[in-house]
Each structure stands twice: as C-alpha cells, then as structure tokens.
C-alpha cells in the first residue's frame, strides 16, 4: 500500500514510522509529509530513503491511506483534500473526533463499525484510548453507571518542547517555557486550556470521547494532570456499576481483552509503571480492588505509552484493520 505519514518528523510522527515498521504493515511506498522547512529531507525506513515533501505534492501521489499527526488546523485543512483524491485518513488530531459524521476507533472495541465510505477516521485522545479499553470489558458484563479519573500525563503528551522544558530545567538552564510553571519537582493540574466550566480540553475530552466510543449513558467526570514522567500516561480510575462483579471475574476478563496486559500482584509489587509500559503496545491495568466505601464499586490503575497504544499504534492498528478488510477505494 501508498502510505503518507503527516508530520513525519514530529515526536508522534517518527513513533508511528517504527510502529509502522515493527508490525511490518505491507507499505510499497511510503511519503513522509512535513512542513515546508523539512521538505526535501531523507528519513530511513526499513533502510530505505524516503524524500520528504509538502501537503500538495503528497495529495498528488494519492495514497491508499494517509495517517496524520500534524494537529487539529492542519488536519481541518488538509484531511478532506485528501479524501477527495481518494485517501482513507487516519486522524490523530482532536480536530473531527466530535463530529457525528466521523468514526472515533479503538479497533479492539470498535473497529467492526468501519466501512469502505468512511474516508475521515479520528483516532481518540491518548488518556482515552487506555482508559476505554480497559473498561470495555467490565462495561459489557456489570454495566458502567459513572466513571471518576485522574491521569497523570507524561510531558511527551505536550511534545518535544515540553520534553525539552524539563531537560533545560534540570540541566540548569534558562531557556523557553512550555509550560506557565516549572514542570521538573512539579505537578500541574492543567492538560491543555481551560473551557468555560472550569475543566481542561484534556478532562473533557476523556469525558466526550469515552461516550462516543462505549456509551453515551457512562457519566465521566476527570482531572487531568501533568507530572514530570519523559514517557507514559497513568490513571486512577473509580468504576461504578449498575451490577455486583467478584475480583476474580475481574481480572479474568480484562486479561482476555485483547491489547491488555494484567500487572496485579500487591504481594512481589507488581502494578503497572509508565517505565515498565515504555516502548510496549498494550495497555497495563493493576491495582484492582473494592471499593469499600460504597456498592458495585471497583478502583484500578491504567498505564499506557501515550506514544504508542495512545497515538502511533492505534492509528497504525486502524490501518491494519482497513488493509485486511480492504476498505481503501485506491
């Protein structure tokens, strides 16, 4: 397949290139896309060298599939031109996962919804895509009333700047600031912008979007925080449910899910830690335990690389489902 990747060059950009790689997605020609100030650059793929260009020239080529990760503007502009020629687009961006006219897609929970006509596939956020999995199942069997979550994001979630924030802070250095305060010995409760009612884009987003993926009926409420971790995405989750479960279903259940990993062993301290999920694909769930301050309650830990299941690898992961399904019109 002709495969272009949007902001190639960008932190989300490059992970979805080895992802890309890794799962040996059958690419027969791939177009890296950038901004004009790296148009012209070679990036390696699989040891081959691949020229990168602007938007138009990429449009022109007519991938089967394009995969952006060049933010919501971009995204706005650029994805119907590219459905226009005949593309399918992947989205990474915020930018279409709202619109009623546009699929949100976690393929292990929704990927069946897809069809050769959907030409827009938004890709959830990344505090989304862990959390829905892990409750997908649990949702199925005990039926989830209301959801309390709060995340502790990696800075890579915020990109390269960020990441260098903290690098120039605890190096010692004056140097730009991504973030209003220190994020180094710091934690922000502050994901993204305010909105009006008080909460970040961020928290209403794991809000909106675990709807739209599982279950208008599921009350979420969150706070989002950042914490000074290089990598990965945490979440303390408290799950209220219509109907009683037993820990053992439990944790049977979210370890047949497909894309979870179950790291729950309070007596040798296994739980999942954004080191331990670095570089990985799944999702890690642990903790798991009773809530006993109130009935059909349960509380778990959800660790994912924000990088991977929460971007690059679920968007490589729709890809995937639409070759072996063969829903490009090209």
Known sequence: MKVAVVGATGMVGEVMLKVL???????????????EKSVGKSLNFGGLEAKVVGMQTAIDMQPDIAIFSAGGSTSLEWAPKFAAVGTT????????????DKKLIVPEINGHLLTDADKIIANPNCSTI?????????????????????????????????????ENERAGRDEE??????????????????TENGYTKEEMKLTNETKKILDPAINVTATAVRVPVQGGHSEAVNIEFENDFELSEVRRLLHEMEGITLKDDPTTNSYPMPLYAAGKNDVFVGRIRRDESQPNTLNMWVVADNLR??????????????????????
């Open 309 to 330: 299941k929460g971007a690059a690898t679920n968007a490589v992961q729709i890809a995937e489902l639409i070759r072996q399904r063969n829903l490009v019109s090209a």
């Open 130 to 166: 862990q959390l829905v999995l892990a409750l997908k199942p649990l949702h199925d069997k005990y039926k989830v009333k209301r959801v309390v979550v709060s995340t502790y994001q990696s800075i890579s979630g915020t990109g390269v700047k960020a990441v260098r924030q903290m």
């Open 21 to 35: 790689r890794e799962m040996s997605f059958p690419i027969t020609e791939l177009i890296p896309v950038a901004s």
């Open 177 to 194: 600031m991504v973030y209003p305060y220190p994020i180094d010995q710091n934690c922000l409760p502050h994901c993204d912008d305010f």
């Open 89 to 100: 687009v992947i989205d990474n961006s915020s930018a279409w996962r709202m619109d009623p």
